[in-house]
C-alpha cells in the first residue's frame, strides 16, 4: 500500500487534504506518535481551534493507513499499548504538495490585495 | 484469572455510555479501535477542567454519532465498488443470476404494483376511510344487497346523525349533439351534494345546488376534464354555456378536476332530478354513498342506520319488510370483485421468488465453494471474518438491486401492457403507476431474498480456515455439508414447483370448465351496439317503439345482415332491472314474499337473433302493444310461479303494487340464460315487449349473414339515415360480453400457468447443476469404481439413484403442501375440488419425467467419466 510514489495526477486528486488529514501528517512530519498525542499536537498547532475527537482521529487514520499515507510501528516498550505511527515517503509527497498547494493560494491571496496588515 | 468484566468497575457513567455508543462502528472499526478511543475519551474527559466537562463530554458522544454513520457508508461504499468488480469479472455467473432475479422480483412487483392499485392505494377522495356504501339488503334472498329507494335516502339524510351526509347516483349514458359528431358518453345521475360527500371540488366552476336536483329542474352539467379538453377545446369560456345533452338544453356549471370519471370511467353528471313518480318504496335503483361523521365507527353508524329502518319498516311493512341495511367501506365493495383473486395471485407470485431466490442461493453456494480459498488466505493474514462476511453480504445485496432494477423495468411496463390489453375499460380509480408502497415493497423483498440468498453463501465462503480449504481444494470439493444444502435447495424447488404447478392445473381445468358451461345464447357472428333516442325529440312512447320498429325493419333489410333485433340489456352486460312479480290468484301477498325477476325489454325475434330456444308458446309479433300485454318468462320463472302446469295463458303483475299496472298474459316460454356470467346460476327472468315499454335506450343486435366487418358500416349508415344526430354506442361483437366476463380469470391463468413454468424450469435447471456439480466431485471416486470393474452403466445408476431420491423427496414434499396450499385457491375454482387427483396426477407425472431428463445429463456425464483421467487428475 505504502508502496509507490503517486504520480501528478493521482496527487492532483487527492488534493485538496480534510483539514484533519492534513494536520495529522503535519503532527508526525518529524517523529512518529500515538492517538491521543497525535490529538493533543494538532490542538497546539491550531493553537486549540481544532480538537480532534476520538471518532475523527481514528476514521482518518484508518483512511491514511488504507492510502498510504501512514503506517502502524510497533508499540516501543512493554507498557505502551497504544500503536503509533508514522509518514511514509508517500504521505510527505502529499504533504509537500498540499503545502505547496496552499503556498500558491496564499499568494494569489496577496496579489488579489488580501495581505494581513502589519500591527 | 477472574473472567473479564465489560466495563471495569468504578468507570462513569460517561465512559460506560461512550464505551456503549463505539458499537455503532462497523465490526472491523471497532475491532482496530475501539478500546483505544475510549481509553482516549477518558483521558480527554480527565484533561479537563470541571466547569468544561459536560461540553467535552457532549462533544465526545457527538463526535461518535456524527463519525459511526460516516465509516458505515465509506465501508459500503467500498464494498460495492469491490463487489461489481467481482462480479462484473464473472459474468458467467452475474448474469444469469440477475436474470433470474429479474423474474422473481419482476414478478412480484408486478402482481403487488396491482394489487396495490386495487387493495390499498387510497381511493382518489378526501379522507376515503370515511366514506362507506349505505346499502339496503333483500334478508330473504340471502342478504342480496338491493340498492336504495329515493324515500329511503330521505330518510336516512335526514335522521342519521352518526352520516355527514349522505350522497347518491345511478348510472347514465347522454348523448352530446350540436358542434361535431353526435358522441355517447358515460356518466351518472348524481344527487346534488354526491361529489362533495367524496370531497372532491371542481377544477373550474362550482358543484350543483339543492334547487338543481329538484324535479323539473334539468339544466345544470357538470364534465369532466377530458371531455372538457376533447370536445370543448378546454375553453373556460364553456362555463355557464348552454350545450345540447340528449336532447335536452343544460348550462355546464363546472368542470371536475383531471383523472376524475366517477363511477367507473364517467365523463358528464348530471342532477337525478327525481320527482314523485321515482319516490316509490319498491324501486331500489340507487347507489348511496354516505361519509361517516368525524369519530364515528361503522358499527356505530350501522347500529344507527338499523334503527331508522327499524322505524322504516314498520311504517311500510308491505314495502320494506323484507329490507335489511348495510355500510360497506367503499373499498371494500369497489375491490371486492378482484380482491380474492389478487391476494392468490401475490401467494403465487411469492412462491415464484421463492424459487428464484432458491435458485440464486444454489448458484452462489457452488461459487462459495471456489472463494473458500480466497478468504481463508485473507482470514489467514489477519482479515476480519465478519467484514469478509459484510463484504459478501454486499456482493448478494448488489445482485439483488441490479435484479430488482431489471426486475422493476419490466413489472413497470408489462403491467400497463397487460391492463391495455384488457378488452375492456379499467375503472379510473385503480392507478397502477408504482408509489412508495410499490417502492418500499421492492426494498423490502429485495432485502428479504438478499438475506435468503446470500447469508448461506457468506457464511459458507467466510467460514474457511486455511488448513481444511487447502485439503478440500485438492477434491474440488465444497464439503458434504454443503452438497447436502444444495440438494435440500433443488428439493425445495422441486417441491415449490408442485404447489404452483398444481395450482396453475386447477385454474386450467377451472378455465376449461367455464369456457363448457352453455350461457343459453349463441354469441357468435353477431354484433351489437348501442342507441339512444333523446327522450325530449321522442317524448311519446309511440314514436320511440316506431322509431325502433322501423330501424329493425331498415337494418333487416340491408345488405349482409340476418336476423336484428333490440333489448334493454344484453346477457353479460353490467346492470339490470330487477322487479317483483305478483301471480294471478295468489293474494296480493307482501313485497318479500314475491320473487323478484331481471326485467328484460325486447323487441320480435330477439330470442332467434341471440339463438335462446323458444320451449313454448309464441315469440313476440306485432301484436303485443299496450293495448295487449305480453310477457314471455324464463323456464325456471315458469317453474316457480306455476310448477307442473303450462305456464302460457296465465296472467301476471310486473311490481304489482304499482297502481296502474295491468295484469300482462304470459304467450311463451324461453329457455334460461346464464345472464350473470358461467359461475352465477340463470336468473329468473321476465321478459316484455318494446312496443309496450318503449325505453329510449336499447342495444341492438344484428346477426350477420356474410362478414361481420360490414356490418358497423352497415349500422352506421342505416341509423343516420333514419336519424343522423344519433351516435352508436359500444359497438362490438356479442362474443366481446363473454370475453370480458371470462377476462380476469383467464389473465390469473395466464399468470399463474406462467409462473409455474419458470419455476419448473428453473428447478430442472438446478437439478441439473446440483448433480453436475456432484459429479465433478466424486469423479475421483467414480473413477476407482470404474476402474474396479464397474460399469458406466453402473456409473449412469449411482447419479440416476441420486436424481431420484432428490425427485422423490421434492415431490413428496410438494404433494403435501399443495394439498394444504391449493385450499386457498378454494373460491376461484370452478367444476374442480382443490385436491383433484387428475391435476395431481399429471403435475407428477410431468415434473417426473422433466427431473428425469434433468437428471439424465449428470448421469450420463457420470458413465463417461474414464477411468484413467479421473485418476490421474
Known amino acids: ?119 | 484469572m477472574r473472567p473479564r468484566r465489560r466495563s471495569p468497575p468504578g468507570e462513569s457513567l460517561f465512559v460506560r455510555l461512550y464505551r456503549r455508543l463505539t458499537h455503532l462502528y462497523p465490526a472491523a472499526f471497532q475491532d482496530e479501535y475501539r478500546s483505544e478511543m475510549v481509553e482516549m475519551a477518558k483521558e480527554c474527559e480527565a484533561a479537563e477542567a470541571p466547569d468544561r466537562r459536560l461540553f467535552t463530554r457532549l462533544a465526545l458522544l457527538g463526535d461518535v454519532l456524527l463519525t459511526a454513520p460516516e465509516e458505515h457508508f465509506r465501508m459500503l461504499r467500498q464494498d460495492v465498488r469491490h463487489a461489481l468488480r467481482v462480479l462484473a469479472a464473472s459474468p458467467a455467473l452475474t448474469v444469469p443470476v440477475v436474470l433470474v432475479l429479474a423474474i422473481g422480483i419482476g414478478a412480484t412487483t408486478g402482481v403487488f404494483t396491482i394489487a396495490n392499485a386495487v387493495l390499498l392505494r387510497p381511493l382518489p377522495f378526501a379522507e376515503p376511510d370515511r366514506l362507506v356504501l349505505l346499502d339496503e339488503m333483500d334478508v330473504k334472498r340471502g342478504n342480496t344487497s338491493i340498492g336504495m329507494t329515493l324515500p329511503g335516502l330521505r330518510d336516512y339524510q335526514q335522521q342519521a346523525r352518526t352520516l355527514e351526509d349522505v350522497g347518491a347516483y345511478f348510472d347514465g349514458g347522454f348523448t352530446l349533439t350540436g358542434g361535431g359528431e353526435p358522441e355517447r358518453v358515460n356518466g351518472a345521475w348524481v344527487s346534488w351534494n354526491l361529489f362533495s360527500v367524496l370531497g372532491v371540488a371542481p377544477a373550474l366552476g362550482r358543484h350543483f345546488v339543492p334547487e338543481e336536483d329538484g324535479p323539473g329542474m334539468e339544466n345544470a352539467v357538470l364534465l369532466s376534464h377530458g371531455l372538457w379538453q376533447r370536445r370543448f377545446g378546454g375553453e373556460r369560456a364553456i362555463l355557464g354555456q348552454r350545450i345540447e345533452v340528449s336532447g335536452r338544453t343544460r348550462t355546464v356549471v363546472g368542470i371536475m378536476p383531471p383523472g376524475f370519471r366517477f363511477p367507473e370511467n364517467g365523463e358528464l353528471w348530471a342532477p337525478m332530478s327525481l320527482g314523485p313518480k321515482e319516490a316509490t318504496r319498491t324501486d331500489h335503483f340507487l347507489t348511496a354513498i354516505a361519509r361517516l361523521a368525524p369519530g364515528v365507527s361503522r358499527e356505530q353508524a350501522l347500529s344507527e342506520a338499523s334503527r331508522i329502518l327499524e322505524g322504516i319498516r314498520q311504517q311500510f311493512p308491505a314495502e320494506s319488510g323484507h329490507l335489511g341495511v348495510t355500510l360497506v367501506p367503499l373499498r371494500d365493495r369497489l375491490a371486492g370483485e378482484y380482491a380474492p383473486a389478487l391476494v392468490r395471485l401475490l401467494g403465487a407470485v411469492l412462491l415464484l421468488l421463492a424459487v428464484t431466490c432458491t435458485t440464486v442461493m444454489n448458484l452462489l453456494l457452488a461459487r462459495a465453494a471456489g472463494r473458500r480459498r480466497e478468504f481463508a488466505i485473507r482470514a489467514a493474514l489477519g482479515a476480519n471474518r465478519r467484514r469478509a462476511l459484510r463484504q459478501l453480504l454486499t456482493e448478494s445485496l448488489v445482485l439483488g438491486l441490479l435484479g430488482a432494477a431489471l426486475g422493476l423495468v419490466f413489472g413497470t411496463t408489462a403491467v400497463p401492457a397487460l391492463l391495455r390489453a384488457a378488452p375492456l375499460d379499467v375503472p379510473y380509480w385503480i392507478q397502477v403507476t408504482p408509489d412508495w408502497r410499490v417502492l418500499l415493497f421492492t426494498v423490502a423483498v429485495v432485502l428479504a431474498a438478499t438475506v435468503a440468498f446470500g447469508l448461506a453463501p457468506a457464511l459458507h465462503a467466510s467460514s474457511a480456515n486455511l488448513a481444511d480449504t487447502l485439503r478440500e481444494s485438492s477434491r474440488a470439493s465444497s464439503g458434504p455439508r454443503v452438497g447436502r444444502l444444495r440438494q435440500g435447495l433443488v428439493a425445495l424447488q422441486l417441491a415449490l414447483s408442485v404447489v404452483l404447478l398444481v395450482g396453475a392445473g386447477l385454474m386450467v381445468r377451472s378455465q376449461v370448465n367455464l369456457g363448457r358451461v352453455d350461457l343459453g345464447f349463441r354469441a357468435e357472428d353477431t354484433l351489437s351496439f348501442s342507441l339512444v333516442v333523446p327522450q325530449p325529440r321522442y317524448p311519446e312512447p309511440r314514436q320511440r317503439a316506431a322509431f325502433f320498429a322501423s330501424l329493425m325493419d331498415e337494418l333487416r333489410s340491408a345488405p349482409g345482415v340476418g336476423r336484428v333485433s333490440a333489448v334493454s340489456e344484453l346477457p353479460l352486460e353490467r346492470g339490470g332491472w330487477w322487479r317483483a312479480i305478483g301471480v294471478e290468484g295468489t293474494d296480493t301477498a307482501p313485497l318479500a314474499a314475491l320473487p323478484v325477476a331481471l326485467h328484460v325489454v325486447v323487441t320480435p325475434g330477439y330470442f332467434q337473433t341471440l339463438g335462446i330456444p323458444l320451449e313454448a308458446g309464441r315469440d313476440f309479433d306485432a301484436s303485443d302493444g299496450l293495448d295487449r300485454p305480453a310477457v314471455i318468462v324464463s323456464r325456471t320463472l315458469a317453474a316457480r310461479l306455476w310448477p307442473g302446469q303450462d305456464p302460457v295463458g296465465r296472467r301476471l303483475k310486473v311490481d304489482p303494487f304499482h297502481p296502474t299496472e295491468p295484469w300482462r298474459s304470459v304467450v311463451g316460454v324461453v329457455s334460461d340464460v346464464r345472464a350473470q356470467g358461467p359461475r352465477a346460476p340463470a336468473p329468473i327472468t321476465v321478459y316484455v315487449p318494446h312496443a309496450f315499454d318503449p325505453l329510449a335506450g336499447m342495444t341492438v343486435v344484428m346477426r350477420s349473414a356474410g362478414t361481420m366487418a360490414t356490418l358497423p358500416g352497415t349500422a352506421r349508415a342505416v341509423v343516420s339515415r333514419l336519424d343522423p344526430s344519433l351516435p352508436l354506442s359500444e359497438i362490438h361483437p356479442v362474443q366481446t360480453l363473454v370475453e370480458r366476463a371470462q377476462w380476469h380469470f383467464r389473465l390469473y391463468t395466464q399468470l399463474f400457468v406462467a409462473f409455474a413454468l419458470i419455476a419448473v424450469l428453473l428447478a430442472a435447471l438446478g437439478l441439473a447443476g446440483v448433480m453436475s456439480h456432484l459429479v465433478v466431485e466424486r469423479r475421483q471416486e467414480i473413477g476407482v469404481r470404474l476402474a474396479l470393474g464397474a460399469s458406466p452403466s453402473d456409473a449412469f445408476r449411482l447419479i440416476l439413484r441420486r436424481v431420484l431420491a432428490l425427485l422423490g423427496a421434492g415431490l413428496a414434499v410438494g404433494v403435501v403442501s399443495s394439498a394444504i396450499l391449493s385450499r386457498a385457491l378454494g373460491s376461484l375454482l370452478y367444476g374442480v375440488p382443490p385436491r383433484d387427483l387428475l391435476t395431481l396426477g399429471v403435475v407428477l407425472g410431468t415434473l417426473a419425467v422433466v427431473g428425469l431428463l434433468a437428471g439424465a445429463i449428470p448421469a450420463r456425464q457420470a458413465a463417461h467419466v474414464s477411468p484413467i483421467t479421473a485418476l490421474r487428475s
Open chain 1, 1 to 119: 500500500m505504502a508502496g509507490r510514489p503517486l504520480d501528478d495526477d493521482e496527487l492532483q486528486q487527492m488534493l485538496p487534504l480534510p483539514e484533519a488529514v492534513f494536520h495529522i501528517l503535519v503532527a508526525l512530519a518529524d517523529h512518529e506518535n500515538h492517538g491521543y498525542a497525535l490529538m493533543q499536537e494538532v490542538a497546539d498547532l491550531t493553537e486549540g481551534r481544532m480538537r480532534l475527537r476520538p471518532g475523527t482521529l481514528y476514521a482518518a487514520i484508518q483512511r491514511m493507513l488504507e492510502q498510504g499515507l501512514i503506517v502502524e510501528v510497533s508499540p516501543r516498550g512493554v507498557n505502551e499499548r497504544r500503536r503509533t505511527y508514522r509518514t511514509t515517503p508517500r504521505g510527505r509527497q502529499i504533504a509537500i504538495s498540499e503545502t505547496e498547494r496552499l503556498r500558491a493560494l496564499v499568494a494569489k491571496a496577496r496579489l488579489a490585495g488580501f495581505a494581513p496588515r502589519r500591527a
